[in-house]
């Protein structure tokens, strides 16, 4: 490659770079590293084939201002972790913003086609959930406890193997992105159908509103988890299918670093979900008013943590950035 392409092709680039280094104050660690990965990624290829060039002695100098700026600002690991939950998962949710989208939409589209499904078909549920599963809740049902099932195993032991088997089914669905996120897809579009046929068959059998009020309970952590790793997933696919302007493996390796920060951004949101359904889902006696505050309250920290934080988060960012452009401006003029 002829360096004027060379420049031409990742000028932009090292601007946004630039920029980093100018304002790494308000970096978090991860962005400053990935940040210096690139810049040596692009000096490797500058001192092959352009050893005497000025654009050499260019990347030499950023990447070691990078250098000086992460060597700098090591930190003990207390201050790491609280880095790692207040910034860096919400930034990294804020850029999946879009694969979220995607997640959220096929998600529900799954629902819906389990919705339709079960209602105009009555044999459709016992194909997605089993024979026994279903005749054991009608007789559940017959009995008025619909939701005897949560209660039937050991706390403990039943949150323990809840907590395990989701965090295997979000796994599963972030690595499926490896299949250009077709298999990320896949097992959103069986979880939605699922949930969309169970719900339905509760309502079918005029037990909806109380089905509602104990699955909701843990199924706000757990559903919205689900749709989470499913944002993990496409944006590893997405670095497979979509390279932009760098190399297949260098973006393959981003949006596995990227799906594997959301994925243990879950971990919380694991324990809370299994907690709930193994603790707090089998007391069907506590008052509706109760029930359905914890399921509020839960969608609301969804919300505020993985869409509300990432958006503020950005907002600061963009704003810290101008205030030190400005500074930046009128040292120049001093």
């Excluded at 004027?4 to 630039?18: C, D, H, Y």
């Excluded at 078909?121 to 049902?141: A, E, K, P, Q, W």
């Excluded at 089914?169 to 250009?180: I, W």
């Amino acid at each position: 490659m002829k360096e004027v392409s060379f420049i031409r092709q990742n000028i932009e680039k090292w601007k946004a770079l630039e920029s980093i280094v100018d304002d790494a104050q308000m970096r978090n660690p991860g962005e400053l590293a990935d940040a210096y990965t690139r810049i040596t990624t692009d000096l490797s290829f500058s001192r092959a084939h352009y050893p005497n060039s000025r654009i050499t002695i260019y990347l030499n100098n950023l990447a070691s201002a990078l250098h000086n700026i992460l060597y700098k600002m090591r930190k003990d690991k207390y201050s790491r972790i609280i880095t790692f939950w207040t910034q860096e998962i919400p930034d990294v949710m804020y850029a999946s913003r879009r694969e979220m989208i995607y997640s959220f939409a096929v998600f529900a589209v799954s629902v819906l086609i389990g919705v339709l499904s079960a209602a105009n078909d009555d044999s459709f549920v016992r194909l997605i959930l089993g024979n026994s599963y279903v005749d054991m809740t009608l007789d559940n049902i017959k009995n008025g406890e619909s939701m005897a099932v949560y209660g039937s195993s050991n706390e403990l032991t039943m949150f323990v193997m809840i907590t395990t088997n989701n965090i295997y089914v979000a796994f599963r669905t972030f690595v499926m992105g490896l299949f250009t996120g077709f298999g990320t897809g896949i097992i959103l579009l069986y979880n939605g159908i699922m949930v969309g046929a169970f719900q339905t068959f509760f309502f079918q059998h005029n037990v909806g509103v109380e089905s509602m009020l104990a699955i909701w309970l843990h199924g706000t952590f757990e559903i919205s988890a689900i749709i989470i790793a499913g944002a993990a997933g496409f944006a590893l696919g997405n670095g497979v299918l979509f390279p932009g302007t760098y190399s297949r493996k260098y973006a393959f390796r981003q949006g596995a670093m990227r799906g594997l920060k959301i994925i243990t951004g879950l971990v919380p949101v694991f324990i809370l979900a299994g907690f709930i359904e193994s603790y707090l889902t089998r007391h069907t006696e506590y008052p509706d008013s109760v029930r359905l505050f914890i399921i509020l309250l839960s969608l609301a920290c969804v919300i505020g943590y993985y869409i509300v934080l990432p958006q503020i988060r950005h907002k600061w960012n963009i704003k810290s950035k101008e205030l030190n452009s400005t500074d930046s401006v009128l040292s120049r003029k001093k």
